[in-house]
């Protein structure tokens, strides 16, 4: 599995950022409109056809295209059509998704997961064990959207990005986190002073560094975290690092 590859795929732009010193922001944000009621999806486990859709899709880059797809199938029947069940899909938050991708995977192969990645630094193989039970799970319940105010008085809205955004973001192709900051941010930017979205990249390519900061702060207070890169230490270097979520090993273990 290529590590480092799958992390720049999965890793959310707005995530990177909450491990340092959060921006200054103006003005704390306050939230607006209803909390989103976090669905239950009546998922069914994988079947064969599942199983070939990972191992069709496993080289490729868009690995969130992959996730909602296999989520939609199985809220469908086996082979049946899954239109409707993809926009459900892509409508949920990132951590929403990816709390219903371990669910799938339990109910489909059961709970424990064992896999293999090779240390970056000494390149010896390393076996993980896990048990998915032992994952904190739990998604806070997040608003519909943000508020902000920035530059003194403009009053920015955004809603919260969701699995169908993080799909479109890696489609794009954007090479670069500013770029795909851009892409973002115009996505979910409902809202801005008097101007109403939807908005085009060239809008927040143009705001100033400090605005892009305070929206990406609001947003990142109130997304839900979930995290399923895996803690690993190399039993031969010591060596310890973040393994990030690989999904065809997470499906497709052999
Ligand atoms: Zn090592």
């Not at 720049?8 to 995530?15: I, K, L």
């Not at 902000?148 to 809205?157: F, N, T």
């Not at 101007?195 to 929206?215: D, S």
Request: charge should be negative; proline fraction near 8%.
């Amino acid at each position: 599995m290529t590590s480092t590859k799958a992390s720049e795929r999965m890793d959310n732009p707005f995530g990177r950022r909450r491990a340092a010193e959060p921006p200054r922001v103006e003005e704390p944000p306050r939230t607006v409109a209803a909390s989103r009621g976090i669905p239950a999806l009546p998922l069914r486990p994988m079947t064969g056809y599942e199983e070939e859709l990972v191992e069709e899709h496993r080289d490729d880059a868009n690995t969130a295209a992959l996730c909602n797809e296999l989520l939609a199938r199985c809220l469908v029947p086996p082979g049946a059509d899954a239109t409707a069940a993809r926009t459900r899909v892509r409508s949920l938050l990132v951590a929403e998704r990816d709390a219903a991708l371990v669910s799938l995977r339990r109910m489909s192969l059961g709970d424990k997961v064992s896999s293999r990645v090779s240390c970056p630094a000494c390149g010896r193989e390393v076996e993980i064990d896990f048990n998915l039970s032992a994952l904190p799970l739990s998604v806070a319940e997040a608003p519909e959207r943000v508020e902000v105010v920035v530059e003194g008085d403009i009053r920015a809205v955004l809603r919260l990005p969701t699995a169908g955004d993080q799909e479109e973001l890696l489609s794009a192709g954007l090479d670069g986190e500013s770029l795909r900051r851009t892409f973002l941010l115009a996505r979910t930017l409902v809202r801005f002073g008097d101007r109403e979205g939807p908005f085009e990249p060239e809008f927040t390519r143009g705001l100033r560094l400090l605005v892009r900061n305070a929206m990406e702060e609001a947003l990142e207070r109130v997304m839900p975290d979930l995290d399923l890169s895996m803690g690993v230490t190399c039993h031969d270097c010591g060596h310890a690092w973040s393994a990030p979520f690989d999904v065809p090993s997470f499906f497709l273990p052999r």
